[in-house]
């Protein structure tokens, strides 16, 4: 079985910063692509940025030159690095891995709990 784990969300006023992170663990063969979405109450979850193995990133038109997502494949970890928040961007951030647990076998997403973001205006 795989868990994925986000941590680093809370309050924040607008301009201000904060740093998401997401562990990978358990029967881990290999990682494809990690990303970061977020759901808003009533909303559709929608795809926030995605890195892949080899460090290849997209981003949201909403968050690019705001947001940076990393990775740290050695320790199946994630970041999102989000500057310059604004009251919009509150919301609950899941991170989401594609999981292969044995050679030859098809890769899964697993998503984490979610981790709540709230920024003040």
């Known amino acids: 079985q795989v868990q994925v784990v986000e941590s680093g969300g809370g309050l924040v006023q607008a301009g201000g910063s904060l740093r998401l992170s997401c562990v990978a663990s358990?029967?881990?063969?290999?990682?494809?692509?990690m990303g970061w979405y977020r759901q808003a109450p009533g909303m559709q979850r929608d795809v926030v940025a995605t890195i892949t193995s080899g460090g290849s990133t997209n981003y949201a038109d909403s968050v690019k030159g705001r947001f940076t997502i990393s990775r740290d494949n050695a320790k199946n970890t994630i970041y999102l690095q989000m500057n310059s928040l604004k009251p919009e961007d509150t919301s609950v951030y899941y991170c989401?891995?594609?999981?292969?647990?044995?050679?030859?076998?098809?890769?899964?997403?697993?998503w984490g709990q979610g981790t709540q973001v709230t920024v003040s205006s």
């Open positions: 989401n891995a594609n999981v292969k647990d044995m050679i030859g076998r098809r890769a899964v997403d697993y």
């Open positions: 358990g029967r881990i063969f290999s990682i494809n692509t």
